[in-house]
């Protein structure tokens, strides 16, 4: 039986029996790990975020059960309560939707540092009072895409593989990226996509922070990589009916 130190990003939270609750984390080395914390509820209320609310960072204490992927959360300890987000409803719901997004997209018990690392970045960004709550998504959506190995195809036409450059390209959300005139037909939803916006989200996958967008171009990439997050998930995302 090991017992592990992590610090643990709360992704969600529900009650458990009497007085305990149940908790999904992403932590900075085994992953997304799924916790029982005992005697966690019917502690006081408090007027700042408490350990382990969701979207709060924590360092927690846990050991692995023989039995199940359940692990015992002996301990933990509030690091970041990201309080501002409490303050910003947009804000909040944007970091709620990065981390539903984590949570469906990483798999349980599968160390994965770094997107542990991106999910809390952008809720410091969030919590710091950044505005540009779109471009902000933007950066996450495609970073995590990125690094969970199913970004979008933006370089060559999903169906033939042939190099777009130049090329009139058509977005199909389906297909999970580009298609080029010839392979027009694998998709009858494809729309054209104008090279301009093109530019846009390949220099937004490409750039280590999120870049500053015009509200509309933000906009058009927005229903772009929505679409493509509704063909390739398996589950639809609650905070994206939302967030509309
Ligand atoms: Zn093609």
Redesign the pocket.
Known sequence: MGIHTADAIVLRQYPYRETSVLVTCLTDRFGKIKGLIKGLRGVQPSRYRSAMEPLTLNRIIFYDTRTSSLHLISQCDLLEPFGALTRDLAAMQTAASCAELADVIVESDEPQGAIFELLKQTLRRLASGDTRLAAVRIHFVLRLLRLAGFHPQLDE?T??T?PLQGQRACWSARQGGL??E??LHQDPGAEPIAPRLLEALSACAQAPEPLALEAEEAQAIRQRLDAFLRWQLDRPLKTMRMSG
């Open positions: 036409c169906g033939c042939q298609l080029c010839r392979c």
